[in-house]
């Protein structure tokens, strides 16, 4: 398999990242690149270190080794609740939205690195015209929507912040294959409005449509890394992941 390319400008760069809780050590120095508009994903079962690596990225869990860059911007010791002022959106596991908030106040809650004015406004009209049952929806509480509806709002939310690179976690759990469609289309069109991602998820046959590049993680390790179109013909990908 080919390997992580070189760091670009306007990249995320991790290098060694790893996690530990406790005596666990749950991310063993796991380096990656997700380009300029590129879209790198992660697969692999429950328990495979996906989320913790994603975590660790936002901050969201400490960072027991390894270095965070994007572009020229340091990012290995930024708070969590900082991490979004430096241009990266979170679209966490399970959605989490604020179930007694509107759909619009979920959304704004998303914006909150930016002043209220005529650009928080454009940003949410900009969302219900990526997802219009939102806007349909603007004040209905966010724990009355559907699973793919609180997933669309999770995205919109993310976008609020107007990242350079967004980290999805899991967007396809628990949707319908139908929904599941719709979830690919919107990040094939993020990433012709040029933003990256990061993805991480089971269902590898999504993964391998909304991205270029695949990194394997088993027991908090990258055991198999390259191109989607190299991880498709790789045998034990094949058997392990897609079922054939």
């Keep these: 398999m080919s390997q992580v390319p070189e760091p670009a400008a306007g990249a995320l760069t991790v290098e060694q990242l790893s996690v530990r809780y406790g005596a666990v050590r749950a991310v063993k120095s ?14 692999g079962a429950n328990g495979a270190g996906k989320t913790s690596t ?20 340091e990012l290995t010791r930024v708070r969590a609740r900082d991490m979004v002022r430096h241009g990266i959106g979170y679209v966490p596991e399970g959605r989490r939205v604020f179930s007694g908030l509107s759909v619009e106040k979920n959304l704004l809650l998303g914006g909150y690195v930016r002043s209220w004015g ?3 406004r454009g940003l949410l009209e900009r969302v219900y015209g990526y997802f219009p049952m939102l806007g349909e929806m603007r004040a209905r509480p966010g724990g009355a929507l559907s699973g793919g509806q609180q997933q669309m709002l999770a995205i919109g939310r993310a976008l609020m912040s107007q990242p350079r690179l967004i980290l999805f976690d899991e967007p396809s759990m628990g949707l319908s ?68």
Excluded at 30 to 43: E, H, Q, R, W
């Design 30 to 43: 796991v380096s990656l690149t997700v380009p300029l508009a590129g879209a790198v994903s992660i697969i």
């Design 54 to 73: 994603l975590k660790a990225l936002m901050g969201l869990v400490p960072r027991d080794e390894g270095r965070i860059r994007l572009g020229e911007q």
């Design 118 to 120: 005529g650009q928080s």
């Design 177 to 244: 294959p139908k929904l599941v469609d719709g979830i690919l289309e919107i990040l094939r069109r993020l990433r012709a409005e040029g933003l990256s991602l990061l993805l991480v998820e089971q269902n590898a046959g999504l993964a391998f449509e909304a991205t270029d590049r695949c990194l394997v993680m088993e027991n908090g390790e990258v055991v198999i890394s390259g191109t989607c179109d190299e991880l498709r013909d790789d045998a034990r990908v094949r058997r392990s992941y897609l079922g054939l």
